[in-house]
């Protein structure tokens, strides 16, 4: 499934969300398109919009559901809505795009 669809390997790429974590989102949020239009939605804060994946229910091996979680979901919002493409992933997980962005205002 992740092999065919463009959109499945990009959440894949990004370091640390497993491939049940991908189709997760891809169940709710089927395009890219359809994500970023609600991550460039200027009426939610930027609060909700990194937890928009949170409670996002992921298969679990033994059949429970378990949730994306708020590490996984602000991993996903932050990678996908960074401005600069030469910081290194760690540093944007850990806000430093953000950041840089906005003081340098």
């Known amino acids: 499934m992740i ?3 463009p959109w499945l390997k990009a959440l894949v790429a990004i370091p640390k969300v497993q491939p049940r974590f991908a189709i997760a989102i891809w169940k709710k949020y089927p ?16 609060h ?6 949170k409670d996002l229910k992921v298969e ?5 559901d378990r949730k ?7 991993r996903v ?3 996908l809505m960074a401005q600069c493409g030469s910081i290194k992933t760690d ?3 850990s ?7 906005h003081s340098a205002e």
């Open 48 to 53: 909700e919009k990194e937890f928009l994946l």
């Open 60 to 64: 679990n091996m033994l059949g429970d």
């Open 68 to 74: 994306l979680g708020e590490i996984c979901s602000r």
């Open 95 to 101: 806000g430093a795009d953000f950041f840089s962005q």
């Open 77 to 79: 919002y932050r990678i």
């Open 31 to 46: 395009t890219m398109k359809s994500l970023l239009h609600v991550y460039m939605d200027p009426s939610k804060s930027v």
């Open 3 to 5: 092999k065919k669809s």
């Open 91 to 93: 540093d944007i997980e």
